[in-house]
């Protein structure tokens, strides 16, 4: 009697029996949700063997994988997103309550998701959750804080940018990506080649008929030139037979030729090769007579067509 006296005195001294009397309120508390099947909102802790170490009112409980707001195919998936996940608030019901043992199991498997709205050709922020031989899973949900849920989709080998490789992606990694369209079973397709998506969506196509500036790029060999359309789509320059003499293509060439990195040209996009994903160009010579040094092409035009290459000039500037 006297050791029990002495115990409960060290026991209140403490603050056991407040948080004793605490943890009883909470489980009477819960024990009534359980019972009359609500739901209540909790938050993850951190991520165990076999699902996530959570809290409801307060107490320990745990939510297995099974029974999270969505399902993955494997454990690694998980292991991908569990840190973005900690200290997350979800929704849930009570699956079991075992007063006696205080044992609360969670079920997160019910509607309360907003609906995303992904747009076509946007880029969004993603998680890797899984490496195939044929691609990437990534999983976009993260770019909307999990506020939609999971959004799991393919990014396939075949939709990588150049400079990308399989092996350089990791488990976890947080990529940037673009959504492409929902494939058949409603899953979102990615794509990393964002020219080859802006070519698929006609962008490049409407470039056909305008006057715009081109970019001059050197390789690392700095002895190939290449042209590249607002400084996104590859360009190929034809000179007009008809127009120019053989000289004057000859020299418009060895311009070409001369041209330094990052210099800009006026040009007037006439067509295009979809297969070769290239744009046909016409350059305004008349324009860039500086570059082409040789100011006997201006001099052999009328005033009409000289303000037309002005007004070109200036339309080009300010695009």
């Not at 959004?151 to 399989?166: P, V």
Request: glycine share 6%; net charge negative; hydrophobic share 35%.
């Amino acid at each position: 009697m006297i050791l029990d006296s002495i115990r409960n005195t060290v026991k209140d001294r403490l603050g056991f029996s407040k948080k004793n009397s605490w943890i009883t309120e909470r489980q009477n508390e819960l024990e009534n949700h359980f019972e009359n099947n609500d739901t209540l909102p909790f938050k993850i802790v951190e991520m165990k063997t076999y699902g996530f170490l959570t809290k409801v009112l307060g107490l320990y409980s745990f939510v297995p994988f099974s029974l999270m707001p969505w399902r993955y195919s494997d454990t690694n998936s998980w292991v991908a997103v569990a840190p973005s996940l900690i200290n997350r608030k979800f929704y849930c019901k009570v699956h079991e309550f075992d007063k006696s043992t205080g044992s609360i199991i969670l079920d997160a498997g019910l509607p309360q998701f907003k609906v995303a709205e992904l747009i076509e050709g946007e880029a969004y922020k993603g998680l890797i959750t899984r490496i195939s031989d044929f691609g990437v899973f990534i999983d976009i949900g993260y770019h909307f804080d999990w506020k939609c849920g999971s959004l799991l989709g393919l990014l396939h080998k075949s939709q990588l940018a150049d400079y990308e490789e399989l092996n350089d992606f990791s488990l976890g990694e947080e990529i940037t990506t673009v959504y492409k369209a929902m494939n058949l079973d409603g899953k979102p397709v990615f794509c990393n080649d964002l020219e080859k998506t802006d070519w698929e969506n006609g962008k490049p196509q409407k470039l056909v008929g305008q006057t715009t500036w081109v970019n001059v790029v050197r390789k690392f060999d700095n002895e190939t030139v290449e042209l590249f359309v607002e400084g996104k789509y590859k360009a190929r320059l034809i000179v007009d037979k008809q127009v120019h003499s053989r000289q004057t293509k000859n020299k418009i060439f060895e311009a070409l030729n001369e041209l330094s990195h990052g210099e800009m040209l006026h040009c007037e996009v006439i067509g295009c090769n979809e297969r070769s994903r290239t744009l046909i160009i016409n350059w305004f010579t008349e324009i860039d007579t500086d570059i082409i040094g040789d100011n006997a092409i201006l001099n052999n035009l009328d005033d009409k067509t000289l303000e037309k290459l002005e007004f070109l000039k200036n339309s080009i500037s300010r695009q």
